[in-house]
């Protein structure tokens, strides 16, 4: 497993983008599938959906802090000086955001003025909030913003252009536009979020209610949380502090001072169960749109097989289950980590496989699991992996690196489409369904194997080479959508799939 009809219809031009036909068409794909392989496309709407998926002009963030920001004793105790000395050290860099329909936080993160907090802080001042990357929005580039403001501790209120914003991810990134273009700003340091420890003590900073400035305490109660933001592989820090409307893309810091995340949300009807986006995978999305890998997946160069079968040796050591390494492809990062072929991978970023359950049914499940894991980190991150071979347990800390454009094609036609492509081939011709793929339960799907992928949206495909691009446009506007798809079956006919239903990874 990788980690890797009738009638003419109007054909947009290869450069509009393409229309996605969501809501009520999709949850019939998805509570019946019977009548998916039928109909004709309707006319799209007069305005398509915009997507820029070139690279973003995104200002670098400072290096992670090399020594602890404020000199005070790490105190565990509720008030403790340790507590009181980091929030008077940090207190000036958060900053509170407004605007007709932003209220929120942010957090400054260097010198220059650049200001992070979340997407959904600064949605409604975006006045095109279907893109989902967007780079240099001004009225020039026809993706204009409604003015924020931010608002110091001190009262002091500056006008912040809005860099970047990605909605899967639930990060926007702005800058302060004062009226000296040299001034310089106080800003957080950056921390580590991968040394954060369960039970570590961390404070946020927000305005929670419309209280300004407010601190509240907390501690580090999970890492590594997945399944809960749009992008389901996003890895996120659950936290026990009170948060509350308002804290929505302040800071959380650690008691030395340091910028550990974003808090991001709460879990509707609990009480001190938040969440944060770390630290280190803002700075690893950033990174990777700075180039041009925002859109691209994680891979480390192995793949594995759902076969399920442990040895007595792995069951010595504790294991129930676990996915064997079927192949490692030279030269990629699990190659140079000293990963292997046959190596029995039984934990993923510190997690056990064993709630998985056993049997076929299970290992698939846990099989695309892992994979969605890999798929979802960005690159610069890092793949946290423990293995079995023979007596050994052995660890791994694998450098994740961006699928490059013809591995992508393949991961987004599965990811996307539940369609599994015949590597070997450079057409599109379709290997088999992805078994948990809402396609593979839908009437008429055994059609679809060796047919050729010949459009999307109206939009003619030759080759995997045309396929990608579409794909990669697909993936950025949204999941759990529906799109029609084209195919050339083996016989000869050509077969219209006007609701072809869009899979989240």
């Known amino acids: 497993m990788p980690d890797t009809a009738t009638g003419p219809e109007p054909r947009p031009a290869r450069g509009e983008s393409l229309w996605i036909a969501a809501g009520a068409a999709v ?7 019977v009548a998916v392989l039928v109909g004709i496309q309707t006319a799209p709407p007069s305005a398509p959906v915009p997507v820029d998926s070139s690279p973003v002009p995104v200002p670098a963030l400072p290096p992670a802090a090399a020594a602890p920001v404020c000199d005070c004793p790490e105190a565990s105790g509720p008030g403790g000086p340790s507590l009181v000395e980091a929030v008077e050290h940090t207190r000036d860099a958060v900053v509170t955001l407004t605007g007709a329909d932003a209220l929120g936080a942010g957090v400054l993160v260097d010198e220059t003025g650049l200001v992070l ?10 006045r095109d909030p279907r893109q989902r990357v967007l780079g240099g929005v001004t009225e020039a580039g026809g993706l204009a913003q409604q003015p924020v403001r931010a608002r110091f501790v001190d009262g002091r209120e500056l006008p912040a252009e809005l860099l970047v914003a990605d909605p899967d991810r639930d990060i926007a990134l702005l800058r302060l536009l004062p009226a000296d273009n040299a001034e310089k700003f106080p800003f957080a ?12 003590t961390v404070f946020a900073v927000g305005n929670p209610l419309g209280l300004e400035h407010s601190v509240a305490q907390g501690i580090i109660a999970a890492v590594n949380r997945t399944g809960l933001s749009r992008s389901r592989q996003t890895p996120l820090l659950q936290l026990d502090a009170t948060i509350n409307l ?15 995340g974003i808090t991001t949300a709460t879990l509707e009807r609990a009480q001190g169960i938040a969440f944060a986006i770390p630290i280190d995978h803002i700075a690893a999305l950033l990174e990777a749109l700075r180039a041009g890998h925002g859109a691209r997946s994680g891979q480390v160069g192995a793949e594995v097989a759902p076969d399920g079968a442990l040895d007595d040796d792995a069951r010595a050591l504790g294991y129930a289950n676990g996915l064997r390494v079927s192949r490692v492809l ?8 000293g990963l292997r072929k046959d190596d029995l991978i ?6 056990r496989f064993d709630s998985f359950g056993t049997g076929p049914e299970a290992q698939l499940r846990l099989a695309h699991h892992f994979v969605a894991t890999v798929r979802g980190l960005l690159p610069g991150e ?15 800390t694998i450098p994740v690196a961006a699928a490059p454009p013809d591995q992508q094609v393949l991961i987004d036609a599965d990811a996307l489409l539940g369609l599994r492509l015949d590597e070997s081939r450079r057409e599109p011709i379709v290997k088999e369904l992805r078994p948990e793929a809402p396609i593979s339960r839908s009437r008429g799907r055994e059609l679809l194997r060796n047919a050729r992928v010949s459009e999307i949206a109206g939009i003619p495909v030759e080759s995997r080479d045309d396929l990608g691009p579409l794909l990669t446009e697909l993936r950025q506007i949204g999941r759990f959508a529906a799109v029609q798809v084209g195919f050339v079956l083996t016989d000869g006919r050509t077969l219209r799939v006007r609701d072809f239903p869009v899979s989240p990874d």
């Open 189 to 200: 340091a950056r921390g580590r979020s991968h040394e954060l420890r369960v039970g570590e």
């Open 246 to 260: 308002g804290n929505s893309g302040g800071p959380i810091f650690n008691l030395r001072g340091q910028l550990v």
């Open 27 to 33: 949850l019939g794909v998805l509570l019946g599938g």
């Open 330 to 337: 030279p030269g990629r990062p699990a190659d140079a980590a």
């Open 346 to 351: 039984v934990e993923a970023q510190g997690q």
């Open 382 to 396: 890092v793949l946290n992996l423990t293995v079995v071979r023979g007596k050994n347990r052995l660890t791994f």
């Open 117 to 126: 907090t979340n997407y959904h802080v600064v949605a409604g001042q975006i």
